[in-house]
């Protein structure tokens, strides 16, 4: 597949925006490269399949977008239909979709984008819309101990919205305003080894098992240092957030979020190692909070060695470590990417209160990564983690944390 990979060139007015915009040349530079589809993660199992990336330069020979077309197979979802597109017509601008259709259960329609061009570039829109549903969810039951004998399955069928502006004050400090909405549909799932959650668990012991709504309102104070937002090398970041819902403007409960994350990105030897830390401290405040809503772990960006969702309580604590190593610059069919592997170690847990924690609560995940990263924008990724439920491995794109 990889020796059908080429480069073209296309006329500008043969390409609609965002494809192609003022940025880029009268004749495109577009390099094209098929890829086979190889993923497998806990709760989803293997899929395979095929996609081919379209990568659309600029001027500058920097990529204007992406898009990736994608077709494969999943025992338990059938067969998957999906497109991805990245665009970025304007240094202060990017825009996301993904639309994805299984024949069996799963779909996933999204839109995010992204704008810093107002008030000098101090303001920062963003919204995402979405519309999925994932029958591969999973629920373990509450607390750090949650064993693997207790897992169901189901389908979560979510629509909703986020939407945030941010205004920078001085050079490093912004303050950040948002909104959330949920609809939340608990059905059956897509997994049939796997119990159905309802047939495991109660509405009175689980809240929300039956769906809810979520509408939350968010406050963050935000310090960045970081020298790019999606492929950083250096500086630091820290976040304090909160987050009500309130049952008057349409939540199902009334409750809290709490969260605080900092990260921080060491280079040495010219970037070529980047020393990368994250902690995390999450805390929900509520009674009756739907089981979706509260602090949880597991997954691709918290603990890599677990699927997503599999720690569930009022608060979780993480600690994110890992070592990305330039192995070599390489241009592969006139794309320049810095290929990488990043041995990493998760340690985190849920409890009930922080002052609740103890030692053997914490899950241990060492792991390796393997990433493609094409600065200043995109980054594909494998990530595999070991935790006591076995191994489990994603792949996306993107950095972790």
């Known amino acids: 597949m990889l020796l059908c990979s080429c480069t073209s060139y296309v006329a500008r007015d043969k390409l609609p925006f965002p494809l192609a915009c003022s940025n880029c040349d009268d004749n495109v530079k577009m390099v094209t490269v098929p890829l086979p589809v190889i993923a497998s993660s806990p709760n989803e199992g293997i899929t395979s399949g095929a996609l ?24 338990n979802f059938g067969a998957t239909i999906s497109l991805y597109g990245a665009f970025y017509p304007a240094p202060e601008q990017n825009i996301e979709i993904s639309l ?19 008030l000098n570039n101090k303001l920062e829109l963003n919204a995402f819309v979405y519309k999925y549903s994932d029958g591969s969810a999973r629920f373990f039951g509450f607390e750090a101990k949650s064993p693997l004998q207790q897992e169901s399955n189901y ?31 608990i059905r059956e799932g897509a997994i049939r080894s796997v119990p159905f959650i309802k047939d495991r668990f109660r509405e009175d012991s689980v809240p929300g098992i039956d769906g809810f709504t979520a509408h939350t309102q968010r406050l963050s104070l935000i310090y960045n240092s970081l020298d790019s937002r999606d492929t950083p090398t250096s500086g630091g970041y820290a976040r304090a957030t909160i987050e009500p819902s309130v049952k008057a403007l349409g939540s199902a409960e009334d409750y809290r979020h709490y969260e605080v994350e900092i990260k921080g990105f060491i280079p040495l030897d010219n970037a070529r190692y980047i020393s990368v830390f994250r902690l995390m401290y ?4 509520g009674d009756k909070v739907p089981f979706l809503e509260q602090s949880v772990l597991g997954g691709e960006t918290t603990l890599r060695g677990y699927g997503r969702n599999r720690f569930i309580d009022n608060s979780f604590l993480l600690c ?17 990417a810095d290929w990488e592997v990043a041995p990493f ?32 924008n995109i980054v594909g990724r494998v990530d595999m983690g070991i935790g006591r439920d076995g191994p489990a491995i994603f792949v996306g794109l993107g950095y972790p944390f």
């Open 52 to 75: 081919a990336a379209f990568l659309i330069h600029n001027k500058k020979d920097e990529i204007n977008a992406l898009l990736a077309p994608q077709v494969n197979y999943n025992n």
């Open 100 to 118: 994805s259709q299984s024949t069996r259960v799963n779909h996933d329609y999204e839109f995010k984008i992204r704008d810093t061009s107002y």
């Open 155 to 185: 389908d979560d069928d979510e629509v909703g919205f986020n939407l945030s502006a941010s205004y920078q004050i001085g050079k490093y400090v912004q303050i950040l305003v948002g909104d959330r909405f949920r609809d939340v549909s």
């Open 282 to 285: 999450n805390q929900t405040l």
């Open 320 to 336: 994110n470590l890992e070592e990305r190593i330039r192995l070599f610059r390489w241009e592969v069919f006139n794309v320049t």
């Open 345 to 376: 170690i998760d340690l985190g847990a849920v409890m009930k209160s922080l002052d609740k924690a103890r030692t053997n609560d914490f899950e241990y995940n060492p792991g390796v990564g393997f990433r493609a990263t094409v600065r200043p």
